[in-house]
């Protein structure tokens, strides 16, 4: 009796999807997480369901939500093509605000010209946990902050390190994978070959009319699901 098996990956995306099996795994991805045209949910590390989100265009307009996923806590990060490691940090549903340290006004969302302040660095936290503080590039000492447990008290403020300015970036795929039987046949009873046709999809299946922005997480993700074996390929990408 002879049984035939392939193991099958498949990335699957979702408009809304929640977690990635990195996050659930613990891994320390900092040297292999790519921020630039991606998109992440944020979540605070002292206050740990708290994810960043915006509710408005009004300047003040954010903070966390601590209940229901939804796309305005989708985060989409924008390298800056001359200052190298600095991103700019937009929305997904008000995709003209970019979050800003402004001098006087604290941190607040900007949908006007582009200044240095509303650029950003993901500085890892030095634990290897995929937690970063995340520092302004302008006002180099200033890190976004959440001050306390209700939605609005996120800011930026500097002086001690500390864990309530630590957040951790979950990309928006999550990667599986499983073991199937494609088919089974028992040649016992004779000696005729055995013939099967078998269809398979190569690549990624989209199941959102949303856009995919993730790049090297997709790989990143998929390598983490598949348990640190070696020697798949999926969509040109060889891991």
């Known amino acids: 009796l002879y049984t035939i098996k392939f193991e099958m990956a498949f990335l699957r995306v979702s408009f809304l999807v929640l ?39 009004g300047d003040r307009d954010f903070g966390t939500n601590e209940h229901a996923i939804e796309d305005n806590q989708l985060w989409f990060l924008e390298a800056h093509p001359y200052e190298e490691g600095c991103y700019y940090i937009k929305n997904e549903v008000y995709s003209q605000n970019r979050l800003a340290a402004h001098s006087t006004k604290n941190l607040l969302s900007y949908n006007g010209p582009h200044y240095e302040d509303q650029l950003w660095k993901f500085v890892p936290s030095g634990k290897d946990d995929g937690f970063y503080y995340i520092y302004n590039c302008l006002h180099k000492e200033h890190r976004i902050t959440k001050l306390g447990v209700e939605d609005y008290r996120v800011y930026v403020t500097k002086g001690a390190r500390a864990d309530n300015q630590l957040w951790k970036l979950i990309p928006r795929f999550e990667a599986q994978i499983y073991t199937d039987d494609v088919f089974h046949f028992d040649n016992r009873q004779g000696s005729q070959p055995i013939k099967r046709t078998i269809s398979y999809t190569k690549g990624l299946k989209r199941t959102s009319t949303s856009s995919v922005r993730n790049k090297m997480t997709y790989k990143t993700s998929m390598t983490a699901s598949y348990g640190g074996r070696r020697g798949f390929s999926l969509s040109g990408i060889q891991c």
């Not at 900092?30 to 989100?53: G, P, S, T």
């Open 19 to 57: 977690t990635t099996l990195l996050y659930h795994l613990g891994a320390g991805a900092d040297d292999e997480l790519v921020l630039d045209q991606n998109e992440f949910f944020i979540y605070n590390r002292q206050y740990h369901k708290a994810r960043l989100a915006m509710w408005g265009e």
